[in-house]
Antibody
Framework: QVQLMQSGGEVKRPGASVKVSCKASGYTFSSYGISWMRQAPGQGLEWMGWVSPSNGKTNYAQKFQGRVTMTTDTSTNTVDMELRSLTSDDTAVYYC?????????WGRGTLVIVSS | SYELTQPLSVSVALGQTARILCGGNNIGDKNVHWYQQKSGQAPVVVIYSDNNRPSGIPERFSVSKSGNTATLSISRAQAGDEADYYCQVWDNSAGVFGGGTKLTVL
């Protein structure tokens, strides 16, 4: 079954870091890039960046440059997204999605809550 | 940075045609993709690369472009079409989403 499985929800303190995982199955992992988006409560979708599983190349949204890292592990077909220096504004559902010029396959989302 | 503008909300009577606009500078030069997001769920693509429907998406969904605007049309609107709709393009290798439009079927 073609799917993206995301890790479970997290609660973090301000200033901490969070790592969200996205495990691909049912297709050739290295053939498609993976993007990360987030959606704050009641808000729209925000693109965070993209990583190529074939060579690890990344492209981050300017807003997150220096604070986000996306990595891939071809042995486990997993993409990780780490976001550092969290604030309450980072409270959101984080989605990974497969890139086929558009986002053709989405994970179910991971809720990250940042609260003191 | 590139911006896409959508109305916050659109209402349509059951069985009529809903039109959701997405405005962007020279959007005609870009491939536009559209996503449907129902409450509590992940988005799903309904139209990709201007006017292509993935398998399982009914022909009632279509897109047109004119000038700086792309329009998602949903004909014979059904209660099940109620959702948030987002347009999306790529600009200089960065993904850009519109702010989203909440479609209400009356």
């Amino acid at each position: 079954q073609v799917q993206l499985m995301q890790s479970g929800g997290e609660v973090k303190r301000p200033g901490a870091s969070v790592k969200v995982s996205c495990k691909a199955s049912g297709y050739t992992f290295s053939s498609y890039g993976i993007s990360w988006m987030r959606q704050a409560p009641g808000q729209g979708l925000e693109w965070m960046g993209w990583v190529s599983p074939s060579n690890g190349k990344t492209n981050y949204a300017q807003k997150f440059q220096g604070r986000v890292t996306m990595t891939t592990d071809t042995s486990t077909n997993t993409v990780d997204m780490e976001l550092r220096s969290l604030t309450s504004d980072d409270t959101a559902v984080y989605y990974c999605a497969r890139v086929a010029s558009y986002f053709d396959l989405w994970g179910r989302g991971t809720l990250v809550i940042v609260s003191s | 940075s590139y911006e896409l503008t959508q109305p916050l909300s659109v209402s349509v009577a059951l069985g009529q045609t809903a039109r959701i606009l997405c405005g962007g500078n020279n959007i005609g030069d870009k491939n536009v993709h559209w996503y449907q997001q129902k409450s509590g769920q992940a988005p799903v693509v309904v139209i990709y690369s201007d006017n292509n429907r993935p398998s399982g998406i009914p022909e009632r969904f279509s897109v047109s472009k004119s000038g700086n605007t792309a329009t998602l049309s949903i004909s014979r609107a059904q209660a099940g079409d109620e959702a948030d709709y987002y347009c999306q393009v790529w600009d200089n290798s960065a993904g850009v989403f519109g702010g989203g439009t909440k479609l209400t079927v009356l």
